[in-house]
Each structure stands twice: as structure tokens, then as C-alpha cells.
């Protein structure tokens, strides 16, 4: 019993570690949450304390009154269109380099691979004068580029690590079939890579969604503003309604954390399916 008892102790005390670390994640969530329901002189006067009287007035204020839904929109736009792109180009490119030896074939992987190496903030100055002297800044559609781009080089990675766990006679087999070469590459191979690709789209949407640089140093119009740099506007000079800016961050949230509640068993398996087929 004594034994029992002692590796029951042993066993609570990570336990309990981590389940410290996980409150730590979980509660400034949820305190974002509960201070959006404040009013100022509430908030200010005891911004832990939960609300004495919740109001979603900041709620409506901000959908009537701010762009935040435009933003929101443009977000969407900008994000799903990029993973339109990435996957599509990264999924070609990665088949491709698993599948096929030709010149200069090490040399286009190696390619991508730095890609991944160089920090992305060190091309913001030549990205932003590229941009300017080709007219490319301040439209609609200036952020998927960049966002294609640098997002590339992982989805190539992973897909060309994952192409090779597929087997080759199912191709094959397909081709005896009479299926043509770009038929069996998009309706059966891809279909087979749908773990890996769901987990790139997940982690990308995440970042594209949340990126802040290049949205703040290619975009000037407010009307083309990403959610990320719109909330800056909600800050004022001198001082900040901070439970109407919290009120405007859990709206930007909200569609991230119904996306990966969604997605998060897919993710999951993409990420260990990567791990041991790569």
C-alpha cells in the first residue's frame, strides 16, 4: 500500500505541474473575455474582479459604430486566398521533388529549405521598395503575395517528406487504369496527403490571421486594413477604453479558436503523421 501511495505521489506532482502551466494559458483568455464585459471605471477600479454588471455594449458599439467587420472580412479574404496558393503550389512543388530526379533538383530544395532559414522581418525594407517602385502596395491583394511566399518553403517540406510515404503502385496502378499523370496527382495522391495538408493549412491560416509587419508597412489605406493593425486604432493618444479593446480582440479571436477547435484532431494527426512518415 505504502508503494501505491508513493507512486501515486509521484505520478500527481507533474500532474499538478501542469496542470499550473495550463491555467496560466487558459486564463488570460479568459479574463479577455470577462473584461470585455466592463465598463471603464469598473475595469480600472478592478481589473481582475470579475464584472458586478455584464454589458455587451461594447459588442454592439464596436459592430455598428468601428470597421472592425471590414477588417475581419479582409482578413478572411487575405487568408484564405493565400492558403488557396499555398497549398495548391506547395502540395505541386513538394510532389515533385519527392517523386522526380532531375538537374538542378538539390539545388531547388535546397532553395526552399533556405527559405525557411532567413528571419522574415530581415525583408521588410527590400519587400517594402520592391513593392512601392512596382505599384503593388495599398491593394487588396498586396499581402497574398508576401504570404504565399514566405509561407511556401514549410509546405514544400512537409509535403515532400509526406509524398514519400505514399507507395508507388498505387500510381501505377492508376496509370494501368488509364488515369492520366496530372488526374492521378490531384484526385488520388493529393487526397492520401490530406493529413499533412490540413495540418499546413491550420498553422498557416494561424499565422497569415495573425501576421502584423508586413500588413502594417504595405497597406495604408484603412479600408484594406488587416484585423491585426486594426486594433491598433482602438489605442488613443493619451489614453485607452481598454474593455472596448478587449471587447475588439475577442471578436479577432474568436474565428482562430473556432477554427482550431474544429480542426485540432486533424492537426494533431497531421503533426504525428509528419513526424513519422517524414
Not at 68 to 73: A, D, G, I, R, V
Request: charged letters at 15%; proline letters at 5%; aromatic letters at 14%.
Amino acid at each position: 500500500m505504502k508503494k501505491k501511495k508513493k507512486l501515486h505521489a509521484v505520478y500527481a506532482i507533474p500532474n499538478l505541474i501542469l496542470l499550473l502551466f495550463s491555467i496560466t494559458c487558459i486564463f488570460p483568455a479568459i479574463w479577455l473575455i470577462y473584461s470585455s464585459l466592463k465598463e471603464k471605471a469598473e475595469f480600472y477600479h478592478s481589473p481582475i474582479a470579475l464584472p458586478e454588471n455584464p454589458s455587451i455594449q461594447h459588442y454592439i458599439s464596436i459592430l455598428t459604430d468601428s470597421e472592425l467587420l471590414k477588417w475581419l472580412f479582409n482578413s478572411f479574404r487575405t487568408s484564405l486566398l493565400a492558403l488557396l496558393f499555398i497549398l495548391l503550389f506547395g502540395f505541386t512543388i513538394g510532389y515533385f521533388l519527392s517523386r522526380y530526379r532531375f538537374r538542378g533538383r538539390n539545388a531547388l530544395y535546397a532553395y526552399f529549405l533556405i527559405g525557411m532559414l532567413i528571419p522574415v522581418h530581415a525583408l521588410m525594407v527590400p519587400m517594402y521598395v520592391m513593392f512601392s517602385r512596382l505599384g503593388l502596395n495599398d491593394q487588396w491583394f498586396t499581402l497574398i503575395l508576401p504570404y504565399t511566399a514566405l509561407s511556401l518553403p514549410i509546405a514544400v517540406f512537409l509535403v515532400e517528406s509526406y509524398v514519400k510515404s505514399v507507395p508507388h503502385e498505387i500510381e501505377e496502378a492508376a496509370a494501368i487504369d488509364g488515369s492520366s499523370r496530372l488526374r492521378t496527382i490531384y484526385t488520388i495522391v493529393m487526397p492520401m496527403c490530406r493529413p499533412i495538408l490540413i495540418t499546413i493549412g491550420i498553422i498557416q491560416f494561424f499565422y497569415i490571421w495573425n501576421e502584423f509587419t508586413f500588413s502594417l508597412i504595405l497597406i495604408d489605406s484603412q479600408e484594406l486594413m488587416t484585423i491585426p493593425v486594426g486594433l491598433t486604432l482602438f489605442k488613443g493618444q493619451f489614453s485607452t477604453d481598454y474593455p472596448r479593446m478587449m471587447t475588439a480582440m475577442v471578436l479577432a479571436i474568436l474565428p482562430t479558436m473556432i477554427i482550431y477547435f474544429i480542426f485540432s484532431k486533424q492537426i494533431i494527426k497531421g503533426m504525428v503523421a509528419g513526424a513519422v512518415k517524414g
